[in-house]
């Protein structure tokens, strides 16, 4: 949700100063060659976000037992 109100914040912004929405593609074009690191980091980070949550759902739905000692 906070990411799509930022989203709309910054297409309004940049509407306002240039009076037309900016476009995806030649924002990656304009990177040039630096495109493929862009890309490498986002997919790395979205790669840990996925391992992150299936981690925690997986934690949820098959708890480990924990054994009680008495000493």
Do not use: C
């Not at 799509?4 to 924002?27: C, E, H, K, R, T």
């Not at 979205?46 to 037992?65: E, L």
């Amino acid at each position: 949700m906070s990411w799509s109100a930022a989203n709309l914040f910054a297409q309004a912004v940049y509407i306002g100063f240039n009076g037309v929405p900016f476009d995806g593609f030649a924002m990656i074009e304009s990177l040039g060659n630096w495109y493929y690191a862009v890309l490498i980091v986002e997919v790395a980070v979205w790669m840990y976000v996925t391992v992150y949550f299936a981690k925690r759902i997986i934690s949820k739905v098959n708890p480990t037992t924990q054994i009680q000692v008495n000493h």
